[in-house]
């Protein structure tokens, strides 16, 4: 029977709940709705941005449309004397039609910039969250601590109650979202050829070429004319939606015949070496050549585990508390990256092998390095691949390169 494709997890409605004034998480919603934006994704609804004195108020505010720019001035002026100015019911209602735009058209974020004395009344933006929570659709709005009570009441205690730091957004928008962010960057190119091979796959363009490993142990290669005639982009498809293993190692590689070009500079090195220093818990998940030469404290966790290797449950026991953790980039072909990623928040993760994505994409979604394969012979490398060889025999054939997340500032 074939799967239907792939769907992202709903998300329950996220509240990022803030003390008095809100201008730090306006900025903050503005600044995630703009980063998601730029990725790709399709964001709608309303940011609230205040500005300076006008006229006779202490701040003109101003409530944004996400997908157009377009600002709706929602401040309604008490007068000279008062010198102050409130929320324009008006406004608002004006605003609104952003939010039911965006809910119209199945947006993949909702912003509703606050959840506050109008919608606790249920009125302002009220009936715009609820359609947006009843069509499913991800809604993330802000909520002030004095109507925190009136918030769960609105939503039956369906939510999550965020932090207002850009890290809580994005532990809420989730990992499994990594797939689609890493295909919204991939520009379509013709596809030269796609090779299978007994234990990986390869698919090369004119400006790349990448590799990802075959999720079973094969004894003989498949026709590659099963993926003829398909673009960069359509393939890479596979690697978010199919459920098939060898379409999905297939995407994969086309994923890193975008990312992983000849060009791509970074720090040398296979990356197992970068947590050597960790006095910690470290945990590995994948048997990597070597392992218990350089990290030799390392607890390993693997789907066929060796004497003193631990077996695929001990994740949810191990990875939680960790101090760092290396992750073989086969997890993120099998995904069961995301899964991973959960458990060891706030560890040190680091994604390993020649199947790495290289793509600063992802260090959002709580991975600090990167460290994959980059080809430089090409025909060499689709050669090894063809005959059966594994990533010690194309090796020679390229360089890895390791990418480091920068530091994250927080608005």
Known sequence: MTLPPAALPPLRPGAVVHGPGSAGVDAL?????????????????LVQRNHGAIDDCAEVMELVDVATGHAFDITQRLGRESQSCRVDPTGVADASQAVRRAVAERVDLLIVNKFAGLEAQGDGLADELLSGIAEGIPVLTSVGSRFLNEWQGFTGGFTDLLTPTADALWRWWGPQRLYDDLLN????????????????????????????ARQSADTGAEDAMRWAGRGLRDLATLAARSWDPLDIAVGVAALNAHYNRPDLTGAPGNGLDLFAAVEGRVVVIGGFPQIAQRLPRAHIIDMNPRAGEHPEPACDWLLPGADAVAVTASAFANRTLPRLLRLAAGARVAMIGPGTPLTPRLFRYGVESLAGFVAEDRAAVARVIADGGGSRDFHPHGRMVTLHRPPISQP
């Not at 960057?185 to 990802?212: H, N, P, S, Y």
């Open 29 to 45: 919603l503005d600044g995630f709705a703009a980063e998601l934006k730029s990725r790709g994704f399709r964001v709608g609804g």
């Open 185 to 212: 960057g991939v520009a379509d190119a013709d596809v030269r050829q796609v090779v299978i091979g007994a234990k990986w796959v390869l698919v090369e363009t004119a400006g790349g070429l990448g590799v990802a």
